[in-house]
């Protein structure tokens, strides 16, 4: 259980919601756990299948108090909310901003600016911690490299411009990137980003922790009411996710390209779990892959101090608060969208 901006996160396993008084009631094992106000809360996000009473869902959808329910892995189920007036203006306003391109490109910048940071201390940490395994002024370079594209950033206002700047810093955050495969060399190597599809083990790898980490922005996104299918940086495209691929941007680098470096260089991962295709493209095979989101749903549940709120919560409940921070934005309540920014 964890209080974050108003919100409720229920992250135990097998929590019922119930309703006393103006109270909601967390039991678990029909033993009571917690009881804790609602007038404190905006919304209440539920992670597993035990579920929640009618009389409660009824109280909070009286009181415009959105109860999200999830599974464990974080995959959303539904939304229970009461007249729509609150999710109504909030879409409209991400519609309407969505649509004007220099307002799009005001919020898609700090998306960007959070990747490029993330990159550099990536890259900034490897020089520190491997220095005799790598070429650190390489490492040095790339780091000032994305500092100067960081300062281009800040000041863009086109849309174009700011994919043109995202494109420049890939390259040389990519260009490094197989340096930071300390281990299994002869079997893991990156030379360039393929997907569709990948053609090596690496890019398989990290396709598939992208997508696991959109299916989970898209979850986050859905439970504070936005339309993960409208973008601002990724434009409209008939079942693309556009916003769910404009947040996790700033979420790439220390979340799925860390935790695809540390299967390899942990050796928790081989030559022999991946198999190549007649087209080239090279799959887990299937033993392997649900080790690999074993091990996703482990990473999920480590905690970080979140650089923003400065509060302790788990990897897992990232993308729900930078959710939570971007619905604040849209709505007025946040002067900037603040991009998760790690340390």
Known sequence: MKKLLNTLFVTQPSTYLSLEGDNVVLQREQQKVAQLPLHNFESIVAFGYAGASPALMGYCAERNIAIVFLTMNGRFLARVIGES?????????????????????VIARNFILGKLYNHKWMLERTARDYALRIDAEAFKEGSRQLSLVMAEVRACT?????????????????RLFDEMILQQKDVFAFKQRTRRPPL???????????????????AALEGVGLDAYVGFMHRDRPGRESLALDVMEELRGVVADRFVLSMINRKQVAKDDFLTKENGAVVMKDEPRRAFLSAWQER??????????GEKITWGL?????????????RGDLDEYPPFLWK
């Not at 086109?158 to 990519?174: H, I, K, T, W």
């Not at 970080?304 to 709120?309: A, Q």
């Not at 990232?318 to 934005?329: D, G, M, N, T």
């Open 318 to 330: 990232v993308p729900h608060v930078q959710a939570l921070l971007l619905a604040r934005y849209l």
């Open 158 to 174: 086109d849309l174009d411009r700011l994919r043109g700047l995202e494109g420049q810093a890939a390259v040389v955050y990519n």
């Open 200 to 218: 090596d083990p690496v890019n398989a790898m990290l396709s598939f922790a992208y997508t696991l980490l959109a299916h989970d922005m898209r």
């Open 85 to 105: 007036k609150g999710n109504v203006v909030l879409r409209k306003r991400q519609y309407l901003l969505s649509e004007d391109e220099p307002s799009s490109a």
């Open 300 to 309: 999920k549940q480590e905690e970080l101090t979140h650089p923003y709120l």
